[in-house]
């Protein structure tokens, strides 16, 4: 789907309505570290390159685009598909791979205890194996692979998809992009900080190219190619954002005035980054930069301009009615969940609870505390959705529109977009700036549920053990509608007369609740016809019998 800007929504975003909020410390709380786990696990999903099936959660994942770069006479293969489609965008994937390496850099010992780093590591390596590659010679960085207008006229598995990948974008002298050169060199330099304990030479090799990317991007300022999917606003923010992290790694203090020289330039807006109403974002990493910044030299303009974000956030964001901050239509999870990672990382910094609560309060909001009772981070709880926007899970194609079945295969950990300004919510394949999923929204939620998990999760749960493969449906949902209606009474009934062999959900993958057996006692006949009835008819509200996801009979 065509990722275009969406920051123009600032400017209306502005004068709609304002509420003042009091947060509630939340009863209860979730299963945090089994979250964590999961939203790490998301990234095999999106794999691809010859290694995409190796040490990979899915089994219905594979070797993919294994001769990608090959029209450049390059080798591009590796990296990580964008999100329900798989097409290899660089601004997002460097965005990822640099805040999920934040969050390993920031907060490691959540990971270590949770049984996390070594998954997180080879995520991390995988992206930036790719990246490496990506900057065959000096000067020279190629940032796509495929192309929108050939990828999305596909639906179907990446292990089968054939035909072109063009490799369309290079930066180089005469071709400016320091947005996606700067975030790249934050993600290879933050890679430098995590592994350089593990294996100098690659360490050192990341930070090489890091410095490299980031002198390009300096000496060439520029956006990338106008037209391209991802392009965005200004590459003031990602400048500094890699002159922030190569100021970590090397303590060398001539970063500091070429920071204050980005950031003395207005947005696109005409307004200074120093007052931001959006939150971090592929297209935006200024307030990652003041959020670092504040920490590493307590500067006031810093710590003003943190102030400022999360106290529009907290106090005059639209909001949903059931309490989700929602800064956009498209992908609301994503944004809430960015701002509750640097709303965690500041209250490090601060120790203001009121920070930790709102974190906690958006991170619930899309683990199941919303008025749809639904965890939006699929294959978590037992409602969650049904019909994603990811090509590999779907296990269909365009024929027929057999695409809009619910997914064949369970995407473990992927976030969704999210619900409407209203906390609507409805799990249609075909939606997809609310069900599709992407490497990038689950970045923030990552280091979110990180911080989460050290102060309410179980830090001494070993990762868990069942397997969340297991697809979960309500009982009499016969035709996996996320309904019960007459059309389940139909199919019952065409099935118990004998004129129908099979109902639907006996060829679905993964799934072990006997959906049509309503009370449980082992048959489907006129029993389960009557009770369907009945409930249909609203004469009674439940069925008598409750399964687990394995079909055993818990009630
Ligand atoms: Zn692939």
Redesign the pocket.
């Known amino acids: 789907m065509k990722k275009t800007c969406v920051m123009l929504t600032i400017a209306t975003m502005l004068f709609t309505s304002l509420f003042t909020v009091i947060y509630l410390s939340a009863s209860g709380g979730y299963d945090y570290s089994t979250a964590l786990n999961y939203s790490i696990i998301f990234y095999d999903a999106n794999k ?2 010859p290694e ?1 099936g190796n040490d990979n959660f899915f089994s219905w994942r594979g070797a ?2 294994t001769t990608d770069g090959s029209v450049r006479g390059l080798d591009l293969a590796g990296g990580f ?1 964008d999100a329900g489609d ?1 097409i290899k965008f660089g601004l997002p994937q460097a965005y990822s791979a640099s805040v999920l390496g934040w969050a390993l850099y920031e907060y490691k010992d959540v990971f270590d205890s949770t049984g996390n780093t070594d998954k997180l590591l080879s995520t991390l390596k995988h992206f930036t194996d790719y990246f490496l590659k990506c900057y065959p010679e000096p000067g020279t960085f190629y940032y796509q692979v495929s192309d929108g207008q050939i990828d999305h006229t596909y639906w179907g598995a ?1 292990e089968e998809q054939t035909g072109p990948r063009p490799v369309p974008y290079v930066a180089d002298e005469s071709n400016p992009a320091s947005d996606v050169l700067g975030l790249t060199s934050a993600a290879l330099t933050k890679m430098y900080l995590n592994y350089k304990n593990i294996d100098a030479d690659y360490a050192n090799e990341c930070l090489r190219v890091a410095k490299e990317l980031y002198q390009m991007g300096k000496n060439n300022p520029g956006h990338y190619k106008l037209g391209a999917y991802y392009r965005s606003n200004s590459f003031w923010d990602d400048l500094a954002w890699a002159a922030t992290w190569l100021y970590v790694a090397e303590n060398d203090n001539s970063y500091l005035p070429e920071i204050d020289s980005y950031l003395s330039n207005n947005t696109f807006l005409g307004q200074t980054p120093f007052e931001n109403k959006w939150t971090m974002c592929w297209d935006d990493m200024y307030m990652a930069v003041f959020c670092k910044m504040a920490e590493l030299t307590g500067e006031q303009k810093y710590i003003n301009a943190m102030n400022y974000n999360l106290d529009y956030w907290m106090n005059s964001l639209t909001t949903t009615p059931d309490g989700l901050r929602h800064l956009d239509v498209w992908g609301a999870l994503r944004y809430a969940s960015a701002e509750a990672m640097l709303a965690m990382l500041y209250y490090e910094q601060t120790g203001n609870e009121s920070l930790k609560e709102f974190a906690k309060s958006q991170i619930d909001y899309a683990l199941g505390d919303n008025k749809n009772n639904m965890s939006y981070l699929i294959g978590f709880g037992s409602n969650y959705p049904k019909h994603p926007h990811h090509r590999a899970a779907n296990g269909y194609t365009y024929a027929g529109g057999e695409n809009s079945n619910p997914a064949k295969h369970l995407l473990v950990g992927a976030l969704v977009g999210g619900p409407d300004a209203q906390g609507n919510y409805v799990d249609d394949v075909n939606l997809f700036q609310h069900t599709e999923v992407a490497i990038d929204y689950n970045a923030g939620f990552v280091g979110a549920l990180a911080a989460i998990t050290k102060y309410y999760g179980n830090l001494t749960s070993p990762p868990p053990t069942s397997d969340p493969e297991l697809l979960w449906y309500e009982v009499g949902d016969i035709n996996l509608d996320g309904k019960i209606d007459t059309t389940d009474l139909v199919l019952m009934r065409r099935y118990i007369l004998e004129i129908i062999d099979k109902l639907p959900y006996e060829d679905m993958d993964n799934l072990r609740i006997p959906i049509a057996d309503v009370n449980g006692d082992g048959y489907i006949n006129s029993t389960d016809y009557m009770l369907m009835r009945r409930y249909i008819l609203e004469i009674i509200t439940e069925f008598p019998v409750e399964y687990d996801i394995y079909g055993n009979i818990v009630n």
Do not use: I, Q, V
């Open positions: 691809c390159g995409a993919c685009h598909h798989h990446p």
